[in-house]
Nanobody, 120 residues
Framework: QVQLVESGGGLVQPGGSLRLSCAAS????????MGWYRQAPGKQRELVAT???????NYADSVKGRFTISRDNAKNTMYLQMNSLKPEDTAVYYC??????????????WGQGTQVTVSS
């Protein structure tokens, strides 16, 4: 019903920057809270940042001051600007969204993930 597609991952040196995008498509009536999560090898998936439809944001302590989450409601797209990247930021980054579809029901959706590798 709703598809989330991430893009923008890749290999970057420590101290570098990347910008992730998450584009939502499908039978969307409204997208509510959106968020970025990440999962490093051997670790549990963890919250990176969330943003409400109105623009209120929340960040994990580990990324505060370095990452910025934003969204374009008209385009059903969310972004994550990642600056001052560290090797410990290496993970698969997943997009998540709570969306109401045209039938009126609300569901939680995940993207397929995009790899971010921070290494020299």
């Amino acid at each position: 019903q709703v598809q989330l597609v991430e893009s923008g991952g890749g290999l970057v040196q420590p101290g570098g920057s990347l910008r992730l995008s998450c584009a939502a498509s499908g039978s969307i009536f409204s997208i509510h809270v959106m968020g970025w999560y990440r999962q490093a090898p051997g670790k549990q998936r963890e919250l990176v940042a969330t943003i409400t439809r109105g623009g209120s944001t929340n960040y994990a302590d580990s990324v505060k001051g370095r990452f910025t989450i934003s969204r374009d409601n008209a385009k059903n797209t969310m972004y994550l600007q990642m600056n001052s990247l560290k090797p410990e930021d290496t993970a698969v980054y997943y997009c998540n969204a709570w969306a109401t579809v045209v039938s009126g029901s609300a569901y939680n959706y995940w993207g397929q993930g995009t790899q971010v590798t921070v290494s020299s």
